[in-house]
């Protein structure tokens, strides 16, 4: 089969960081003069205001989201400053645009009389550009409207300190070989031997896990866990000013708090159905992560005395993973590393890809010497089409990026960057391809060894993979609407749907290829694997309860003033059945999702996993590599974008309206409405 040539180049990675400050500038202008326009004109309509509106922000969108991406991913340091303040420009600028009043008031003549022969999903357009007016406050007095802008701006510029702190944060432990005792000796290898004698940890994930499973000294694992925890305490301050600045910001648009402002548009509506919510799951699985506790607390009573260890009663949070480890060897037979042989990446990539090409009729072919086309030697390219029933390709959906191992500078977490959205273009009517990247943390190889993935390492893969697939199958007229542009309490659950898959047995000894012998992981190592699923769920998903208790607290307060180091160490111990002890958590100081967008919108990992669970388990579960599922899953849930609300893609993938039967019988606790 030959291979097909993409109708839209690739895009170019090479860039100046003079060039990054120039371009995001041209953008400026460009969009103020539109602006200007808009506001000047004396019988403005849809088409003369909105439609150029959009038309403009979908092309800046595929020249911006580039530019802002090099604060992540680019080894230079020179181009992640530019970056980072391209982002602080726009920012500002976006501020200062949606706070034009001249503009609204050009546009309010359209919104009272828009075309009564507006496609849907235009007339949408027109809804959600009026209603974010409204939210930004237009309607309100000149003196009103210049707080917001200024509060809004220098949240805007704590936003992206926050940020920045976190990706430049270099922080490091070092340990005697003695202190590393039980850590395997592949990630002993990893790390950087000094002079000493002694080994350099990092903070960054692929150090800081693995020794917090396998280290047998538990004032190593303290150590790490502390010292992780608390590695951008610099962001204290930061996030503390940019909840108090939250709460001044919410009454002056006439809302009550910050959380009812941010609500308003999602699926929950309030905080109150947020509260009832989490509040009613948190009593429901109370009484299993009590039960996971107390099976670990055995775990540890029972090491201490075989090490002769004075044992105190306590379980510390530094403890969890490790106990958690023991006990998935012990009594679930399950051994993480051994079963991380059985996962080279390249081989466990190309699986997924395989996976995704059959159920959801994908073809994804990768760009030769890609390295040498892209912003880092590490980047593998690949250009991904539509396919027919037969695996043909069809139609060309987009390009995509993997970014998989860590380097100094880099983006620390796993997440999946929308780099330009697909959207078809105003003057030509021709389709605009999307461009989208995954950027995660994955150790990398060694001189013996490729690089292994631990099994919830897969699960990660698969999970932001899924958000790369949205981006790319989403097929929508306006780029606002393109891919993972839905309600945020519903952008989650496509991706965790696709998270069910590496916990299916077939899919297991599909992916699996041990790196020295080829052969699969067997079926008593499978079965092992998926009975170990919910161990420790409950403790688990009390910590996520936590998380989304925490922000949605700090959000929903009126003052906006509270003690956050005190409150978030109190919730947790409320919360969480692992203690810190007499440690002092500086947790949410690495909590980017505070500072990143999901403010009073931490609950929707939660929340959108009763959809994930609930598609799975009455469309794919029976057989999750069916075709024509995956085709209507394709089309009716990920392909329109958010082009329509979600809950009308539900009802047509599902043929029902959605419930959280699925996910209450996955997680084995008692049904009810939640």
Excluded at 75 to 81: I, Q, T
Excluded at 539 to 548: C, E, H, I, K, V
Excluded at 578 to 591: E, L, N, P, R, V
Aim: hydrophobic share 35%; glycine share 6%; aromatic share 12%.
């Amino acid at each position: 089969m030959s291979i097909p040539t993409p109708p839209q180049a690739a895009p170019s990675w090479e860039v100046t960081a003079e060039e990054i400050k120039s371009k995001t500038q041209q953008s400026i202008d460009e969009d103020r003069t539109l602006l200007d326009d808009v506001a000047a004109q004396e019988n403005p309509t849809f088409d003369s205001t909105i439609k150029r509106i959009e038309a403009l922000n979908a092309k800046h969108s595929g020249i911006q989201d580039p530019l802002l991406f090099y604060q992540h991913v680019s080894a230079s340091k020179e181009l992640r400053d530019a970056s980072t303040e391209a982002e602080e420009a726009l920012s500002s600028y976006s501020i200062e645009a949606r706070m034009r009043v001249d503009v609204y008031n050009s546009l309010k003549k359209v919104f009272e009389d828009l075309p009564k022969d507006l496609d849907a999903e235009s007339a949408r357009v027109a809804k959600k550009t009026e209603s974010a007016f409204r939210r930004d406050g237009l309607a309100l007095d000149e003196e009103t409207r210049k707080k917001v802008t200024e509060l809004r701006k220098k949240l805007s510029t704590l936003s992206i300190q926050f940020s920045k702190n976190m990706s430049e944060e270099d922080g490091f432990l070092t340990f005697s070989a003695e202190e590393l005792v039980g850590v395997p000796e592949d990630i002993i290898n990893q790390l950087t031997k000094q002079e000493d004698g002694k080994y350099k940890l990092t903070f960054k994930y692929p150090d800081v896990f693995p020794v917090l499973k396998y280290a047998q000294n538990p004032e190593t694992r303290k150590k790490v866990y502390t010292g992780f925890d608390n590695r951008t305490i610099i962001n204290d301050n930061l996030l503390a000013e940019g909840v108090k600045i939250r709460s001044q910001i919410a009454p002056l648009l006439g809302y009550e708090t910050h959380s009812h402002f941010v609500l308003e548009d999602r699926m929950a509506k309030n905080p109150e159905n947020v509260k009832k919510f989490l509040n009613d799951l948190r009593d429901r699985l109370a009484p299993k992560a009590k039960e996971d506790l107390a099976v670990l607390l055995k775990l540890k009573e029972e090491d201490y005395a075989k090490k002769g260890l004075p044992f105190d009663g306590q379980f510390y949070a530094w403890d969890n993973r490790f106990y958690t480890n023991i006990l998935l060897e012990s009594e679930y037979k399950v051994d993480g590393q051994k079963i991380a042989n059985y996962f080279p990446i390249q081989n466990t990539v190309d699986g997924i890809l395989g996976l995704y090409e059959q159920t959801l009729r994908l073809k994804f072919y990768k760009v030769p010497d890609a390295e040498k086309q892209t912003w880092h030697e590490d980047v593998t390219q690949f250009h991904v089409w539509d396919a027919s029933e037969s695996g043909e390709p069809t139609d060309f959906l987009g390009w995509f990026y993997l970014d998989l191992h860590p380097r100094a500078g880099k983006y620390g977490h796993a997440a999946n960057f929308n780099l330009a959205p697909g959207y078809t273009d105003v003057e030509s009517g021709k389709r605009v391809y999307p461009v989208t990247a995954l950027v995660c943390n994955f150790s990398k190889p060694t001189a013996t060894k490729p690089s292994l993935l631990k099994h919830d390492e897969v699960v990660t893969l698969f999970h932001e993979m899924g958000h790369g697939i949205h981006n790319l199958v989403s097929k929508t007229k306006y780029s606002r609407f393109h891919g993972t542009s839905v309600e945020w309490d519903f952008v989650e659950a496509p991706s965790q749907m696709l998270e069910f898959w590496p916990w299916n047995k077939d899919q297991l000894k599909a992916l699996s290829s041990h790196y020295e012998t080829k052969e699969p992981l067997s079926d008593d190592l499978i079965d092992s694997l998926i009975k170990s699923k919910h161990v420790n769920d409950g403790m688990a998903y009390m910590r996520q309860n936590f998380l989304a208790t925490f922000d949605l607290t700090l959000h929903n307060t009126k003052s906006g003033d509270i003690n956050i180091l005190d409150y978030y160490n109190d919730l947790r111990s409320s919360y969480c059945y692992d203690s810190t002890g007499d440690f002092k958590s500086h947790g949410f100081s690495s909590f980017g999702h505070l500072m990143g967008g999901y403010d009073s919108g931490y609950y929707g990992y939660l929340w959108s996993e009763v959809f994930a669970t609930d598609m799975y388990y009455s469309k794919f579960k029976a057989d999750p590599l069916n075709s024509e599922i995956g085709y209507q899953y394709k089309t009716k849930v990920i392909g329109p974008g958010g082009s329509r609300d979600a809950n009308e893609s539900l009802k047509e993938f599902l043929g029902r309206e959605p419930n959280n039967s699925a996910f209450l019988a996955e997680l084995g606790v008692s049904e009810a409405k939640l």
